[in-house]
């Protein structure tokens, strides 16, 4: 197509960004949500990467806002991996399939199954099993489960033996199954052929019709998942992806003195005397730990300064935020950009805006403007 | 000759003062780093001419015993305790000992609650007294309150020009004067004459059958004596514009502490701690305002103290640790980076590292001119705990890393995670 060369068997995918992440600010009110950093890398270079290293070529963004300082920088990753981007954006909502219809010339270019992914999971990313898994049962598309502790909270998905789905029941109230629809998936093109250019929910409107023709299933994923689209559960992501990371990858987490558990903590970061760093923190370029700082599940974004004797537990610290002497922040706090945080104060589950300063104590769970 | 007699009830009262009073009586709990009471014996060995303190109350003498002995050691002067067989109240209690104070001859003697802290002014009073003549037989030390705050009080009603009572009304319901009784006085000894008639005229009633098993030693010297006196032309106040309040609740010795600290500023300049800059010493920690820390208590280098903080004796202050606002008693441990504000740390007690030990001051308005503390009762109306200081009775255990806020803490009590709001018995 337009002259362009077609490498065989080099794949798409298609990654729905969505709109303004609402649900991650104040972080989101800074940085679009794909270039929030989990665990020191943009969120959507997590996808990005996975997708490369399995043979995708060419990754189509689904977004609904144009948003220039993230399609450059973006841009500039995908260079440095030799992927394309293609930024689709939507005029309207077009809910989860509506994208697909919009992006239909590229994603049906060739015969080749394409990958389908929501921006907010974080995994052990099974972009090769599930290509192998769709091209052995040869049906039209293949989703990923992942198992839950609480099912009755999903939507769970039935399938049999050999992974051919037989129905999705929406919070079910007795226990059928403990597997839900994990956000990721494969489909042949011909699947375009059920998605019209309007607002349209994948999973409630496309994916039943599938399973009743037999032509949906279900690959298990292995490993952790998260859905990391809101503070709490960005943490809980974050726990998840380090303690995988050191089974995978030990090598990349730091192992200096006045660190306990899984820590990442990015070269240019200094660390005080001390300290007493972890389990379960990331702490990004820049970032200044003063002495006597003990970190706990936290995510530190880059250029942010904690200063001496603070205490942090279950927090993100937003770009260039200072936290004063003698702090404690807990309960998700999450302090937007460039926020300060005077000494000695006390602060249970704030939300603070970016460029505030905070001058009294926060007790309890308050979005401070 | 002059003697003092210093108020300090017994062990019934100041249960507000709880769980501080549990295990020390209140009269000698430590506020800038000496009893409270040892304040007033301070005020008093400054008066010339003053040869005895006796200190009246019913606590077991065994609980004084070592207090008084080393008070005469270290201030050269008489002084005895007195313990009632049971509560007189104020008055009952000078007559049932009025041979003990008449002793000696003194012309006067001065009478100090012992629950009242302040910049005694008793030089002042004397030579105020003295110039009132024979016919002073009682000053009262009196303060300005607000109309609101002086119905708690005794309300004093004063000629502007002689100085003299003209009406005395205890704890009115309305407002009749912004001028307060503070609870210290200097009585001419013929007052006794005075307090003999109130006593043989309950002496009376008694065989009169008319007290209904009331104990009729009983006397209070503010409604059975001085509301009498009052009008009489033999009752005067004296009127301070020093530092005063009443020391009722453990809230209050926080502001009692401060304000204690800051006259040492002017006075006893050897009991603060030198700032930094002043010693030029860098194994001292960093002194921020008016700080005392008992030369037998073991404070880091790295750690910030103040404003206004005392550490008891063989208190033991980890590195980078934070203290505000606060009284931390003898042989309390605060370990490495912890913070305490606006609290009191027990005796003995101890608080692991990175613990936030935390209260909210109810000081008096600063904005309004007069106010005094407030003493909130412990629950609000609607049965919620008031936010007030963190009290860690004696020998509590905070586990490190936790928070502690706006709650009072009973005696030996193990804490394993954080309180906010509560009383943990």
New interface residues.
């Given amino acids: 197509m337009c002259g362009k060369d077609l490498k065989i068997g080099a794949m798409k995918a298609l990654i729905l960004v969505g709109g303004y992440g609402t649900r991650l600010r104040p972080l989101t009110l800074s940085r679009p949500k794909p270039l929030v950093e989990f665990a020191n890398k943009p969120m959507l270079l997590h996808q990005i990467e996975a997708l490369v290293e399995a043979g995708v070529s060419e990754i189509v963004l689904a977004v609904s806002y144009r948003a220039e300082q993230m399609e450059q920088e973006l841009s500039e990753e995908a260079k440095k991996l030799g992927v394309s981007l293609i930024f689709s954006h939507e005029t309207e909502p077009l809910g989860t399939a509506g994208p697909l219809a919009l992006a239909r010339d590229i994603l049906a270019a060739s015969d080749e199954p394409f990958f389908v992914l929501n921006s907010d999971i974080i995994c052990e990313f099974p972009f090769k099993e599930l290509a192998n898994f769709h091209r052995n049962h040869g049906k039209e598309g293949t989703i990923v489960v992942t198992k839950v502790e609480e099912p009755s909270k999903y939507g769970v998905v039935v399938y049999g033996d050999q992974g051919r789905i037989n129905s999705f029941i929406e919070k079910p109230q007795e226990f059928v199954s403990n597997k839900i629809n994990a956000g990721m998936y494969i489909f042949n093109p011909s699947v375009l052929k059920r998605i019209q250019l309007q607002p349209t929910s994948i999973e409630k409107e496309v994916f039943p019709g599938m399973a009743t023709e037999g032509q949906l299933y279900a690959m298990e994923l292995q490993g952790f998942w998260m859905d990391v689209g809101q503070p709490r559960d960005f943490l809980t992501g974050m726990c998840l992806y380090l303690s995988s990371l050191r089974q995978k990858s030990p090598g990349l987490l730091y192992s200096g003195s006045g660190v306990v558990g899984n820590v990442l903590i990015d070269p240019t970061a200094s660390i005080g005397q001390?300290c007493r760093i972890g389990p379960n923190v990331t702490i990004g370029p820049g970032v200044v730990i003063e002495?006597?700082v003990?970190v706990k599940r936290s995510t530190i974004l880059r250029g942010a300064t904690v200063k001496?004797?603070s205490?942090l537990?279950g927090c993100i610290v937003g770009w260039r935020s200072v936290v004063g002497?003698?702090v404690?922040m807990?309960n998700t706090t999450v302090l937007g950009e460039d926020v300060i945080v005077k000494d000695?104060l006390?602060v249970n589950g704030g939300q603070v805006l970016p460029h505030k300063s905070i001058g009294t104590s926060v007790?309890e769970p308050q979005i401070i403007m | 000759m002059l003697k003092a007699v210093i108020l300090i009830g017994g062990p019934l009262k100041g249960t507000r003062f709880r769980p501080l009073s549990l295990d020390l009586p209140k009269p000698l709990f430590p506020v800038a780093g000496l009893p409270m009471i040892q304040h007033h014996i301070e005020a008093c060995t400054n008066v010339p001419n003053l040869k005895e303190i006796l200190i009246l109350g019913y606590y077991p003498a065994s609980d004084l015993a070592q207090f008084v002995s080393e008070m005469i050691q270290e201030y050269k002067i008489n002084i005895r305790y007195l313990q009632e067989f049971t509560a007189l109240s104020t008055a009952g209690g000078i007559y049932h000992f009025r041979d003990q104070i008449r002793c000696g001859n003194p012309e006067a003697f001065f009478v100090m609650n012992g629950d009242v802290c302040a910049d005694f002014p008793l030089v002042e009073m004397l030579n105020f007294h003295h110039q009132k003549g024979d016919r002073a037989l009682v000053t009262i030390l009196s303060t300005e309150a607000t109309r609101q705050q002086s119905l708690h009080y005794g309300c004093i009603v004063l000629d502007k020009d002689t100085s003299e009572i003209k009406h005395y009304v205890e704890k009115p319901s309305t407002f009749v004067s912004t001028l307060i009784n503070s609870g210290v006085y200097l009585c001419s000894v013929e007052i006794f004459q005075t307090i003999a008639a109130v006593f043989n005229s309950r002496q009376q009633e008694y065989y009169d059958g008319g007290v209904n098993g009331r104990d009729t030693a009983v006397i209070h010297l503010e409604q059975d004596v001085l509301m009498p006196l009052a009008g009489t032309g033999r009752l005067f106040a004296l009127q301070t514009n020093n530092w005063w309040s009443q020391l009722k609740t453990a809230g209050s010795a926080i502001y009692a502490n401060r304000h204690y600290l800051e006259l040492y500023r002017r006075r006893h300049q050897n009991r603060l701690a030198l700032q930094v800059t002043e010693s030029g010493d860098r194994k001292q920690c960093t002194v921020i305002g008016d700080v005392h820390i008992h030369p037998t208590a073991n404070v880091h280098s790295s750690a910030v103290l103040g404003p206004n903080v005392s550490i008891g004796s063989g208190a033991v202050i980890g590195?980078?640790v934070?203290i505000?606002e606060s009284i931390v008693l003898s042989g309390a441990h605060i370990a490495?980076?912890s913070?305490v504000?606006h609290s009191i740390v027990g005796r003995g007690s101890k608080v692991g590292?990175?613990s936030?030990v935390?209260g909210t001051p109810c000081d008096p308005n600063p904005n309004k001119p007069f106010a005094k503390m407030e003493n909130p009762p412990l629950f609000n109306s609607d049965g919620r705990l008031n936010p007030s200081i963190t009290i860690l009775g004696c020998s509590v255990t905070v586990p490190s890393?936790v928070?502690l806020?706006n709650s009072i803490v009973l005696p030996y009590k193990e804490l394993t995670r954080s309180f906010?709001n509560e009383i943990i018995l």
């Fill in positions: 001390g002495n006597g003990c001496s004797h205490w537990d002497q003698w404690r807990e000695e006390y007790p | 590195p980078g934070r505000r490495d980076h913070l504000l590292q990175w936030r935390e890393e928070i806020l906010k």
